[in-house]
């Protein structure tokens, strides 16, 4: 199943932003930096971006360096907040006219199917238990987005696919791993934060121990 977003916008490039930017409104980011998270190289990625600050999707903000008296060089507005290094950042436009239907659209629209999320974990070797929740139901606030219970989970392919779910839904991806003798253990022991998971919102992709 293909991106919904991406058949939308027809560029993955483009699909990939706008959920970076929609899901940390608060956030200014460097092209290197968008390109590190949105998993594609500079190049297309800046061009991607100076249509969408053309559009006034974006804005932009050149953070400088200041005189050694403590006041900048330029009258440029400095960005409040957390200390930037110097550079160019950019960040979402929360007075964009379509706003609101692009936030209700990037939540709709999850990228990767259940069969497709499903095929990923089987990869990794070992899962017996595969719970999602949060992020890849467009839901905010879960206690965790990922529960992962196995053994001999191959951990580099874990880290490779969380990556890239990362790069896709534009956001952590809040995940927990554990052996099957600890989740046995902490089930039977009404663990608080397996309970608080398996009675709220969610879905099992792969599920062996037919909970």
């Known amino acids: 199943m293909e991106d919904l977003l991406e058949k939308i916008f027809d560029s993955p490039v483009r699909a990939r932003l706008f959920r970076l930017f929609l899901r940390n409104p608060e956030k200014w980011f460097k092209v290197g930096e968008i390109s590190d998270r949105v ?58 006219d379509l706003i609101k239907e692009l936030q209700q ?5 999850v990228p990767r199917s259940e ?40 951990q580099q392919r874990l880290k490779k696919m969380l990556v890239t779910l990362e ?7 809040n995940y927990t791993t554990m052996t099957s003798h600890d989740f046995a253990y902490r089930f039977d022991m009404f663990d ?3 309970r608080d998971i398996l009675e709220g919102p969610h879905k099992k992709l792969i599920n062996k121990f037919k909970i």
């Not at 249509?51 to 900048?72: I, M, N, Q, T």
């Open 105 to 109: 659209l990037i939540y709709k629209a």
């Open 192 to 194: 608080r934060f397996i």
């Open 39 to 96: 998993q594609f190289h500079p190049r297309p990625v800046k061009a991607q971006i100076n249509r969408l600050h053309a559009c006034g999707f974006l804005k932009r903000k050149r953070v400088l360096r200041r005189e050694k008296k403590g006041r900048p060089k330029t009258t440029t507005k400095i960005i409040t907040g957390p200390k930037l290094s110097p550079g160019v950042y950019y960040a979402v436009n929360l007075e964009f």
């Open 115 to 154: 069969e497709q999320l499903t095929d990923r974990f089987k990869k990794i070797g070992g899962v017996k238990l595969a719970l999602v929740s949060g992020v890849f139901m467009g839901l905010d606030n879960m206690r965790a987005d990922l529960l992962l219970v196995g053994d001999n989970m191959n």
């Open 167 to 173: 790069a896709e839904f534009g956001t952590e991806v």
